[in-house]
């Protein structure tokens, strides 16, 4: 897969940290995987604040996979503030979690997200998701175009 393209991975358990690396390595998605354990520290990657930590535009992920239980800031929070954010709001977000509450799903998709992906318990079918979801996001879908400094 296109090495140039990074995914932004949003998650706080361990273990589903590395099932998750575990799963991209075994499908060849070599892209850099940059990895935030809480959602304060994803807003800050992706919407950093004040002059001193600015990124440049082309440094956005490629991909962001969001867990919804997380430390500091929740999922659906940390998504509202990417769609709220100039710089990030046509950003492709994938809600990658344990959760079947209907409630979730529906919070997830109204506030923005691109899909909905349900963590399978097994590690096999958790393995094929993970590489439909890279054949999907880092290669057949076409982001948007990165938006001009003004």
Do not use: C
Not at 110 to 138: H, I, M, T
């Amino acid at each position: 897969m296109n090495h140039d393209r990074t995914i932004l991975l949003v998650e706080d358990n361990p273990n589903d940290e590395e099932l998750t690396l575990r799963a991209l390595r075994r499908n060849n998605v070599s892209n850099e995987v940059i990895v935030v354990r809480d959602g304060a520290e994803a807003l800050d990657f992706l919407i950093p604040a004040g002059t001193g930590s600015e990124r440049g535009f082309n440094e956005l992920p490629q991909l962001v996979l969001l867990d919804l239980k997380l430390p500091k800031i929740d999922g659906i929070e940390v998504l509202r503030q990417i769609r709220a954010h100039e710089r990030t709001r046509l950003l492709p977000v994938v809600i990658l979690t344990t959760s079947t509450d209907e409630k979730d799903r529906l919070a997830g998709y109204s506030s923005g997200a691109n899909s909905y992906v349900r963590k399978p318990v097994d590690f096999a079918e958790f393995a094929e998701a993970v590489r439909q979801l890279g054949v999907y996001w880092l290669i057949l879908n076409e982001p948007p175009p990165v938006p001009k400094p003004s």
